[in-house]
């Protein structure tokens, strides 16, 4: 009995810990040098694919210092001298915020719809992290990196969200409802 409830203990910060440990991956995954000539800095923005596709199913486990830790951690490795630090976090924060606002029309519903939010979401944190750097920076920065950025993580999204996805399945939003479909014809409910 006891190694039941090792085992149980063991699942549940297993789960607590998964979408953490993913998103740390991503933000080390950034670093990881492309032999692609156009795709060197394409990278950055797999975490926020992470902070999204784990708001969508289990928003608890992504708590805000999680969030500005990483993002912070990220702006660290990526930025040089002179760079914003927080962006990220901020970005984060922000897309976990709409994610759970909207978690309701975001859940259950076609994937090419979740797939147009996620591109709406990725549009803004590009925006945001480009919009911080230019000002915090007082200089003129090409947006073609942070367009290239966007454009392979839509393309990417696909790809790796089925497998982030994988948690959704205990999700109480996708969990029908008892009631749900058990009227008789001309019945109504309370």
Known sequence: MKADGALVTLDRWGRAALPGTVLLLFVLLTLAPLRA??????????????VFQFSLATPERLPGPLL????????????????PIGVSALGFVLIRASV????????????????????????????????????????????????????????????????????????PLNVPEPSRGTARPGETTP
């Open 37 to 50: 000539p156009y795709l060197r800095d394409a990278l950055p923005l797999l975490p926020a694919l992470a």
């Open 100 to 171: 759970v606002a909207n978690r309701p029309y975001l859940v259950g519903v076609p994937f090419l719809f979740q797939w147009f939010g996620f591109c709406l979401l990725a549009g803004g944190f590009v925006i945001l992290v480009w919009a911080f750097t230019a000002l915090w920076t007082w200089t003129a920065i090409d947006p073609v990196p942070a367009v290239v950025q966007y454009v392979v993580v839509v393309v990417l999204y696909p790809l790796l969200a089925p497998l982030l996805a994988r948690v959704r399945a205990r999700d």
């Open 68 to 83: 500005l830790a990483m993002g912070i951690l990220l702006d660290l490795l990526l930025g040089g001298p002179g760079a």
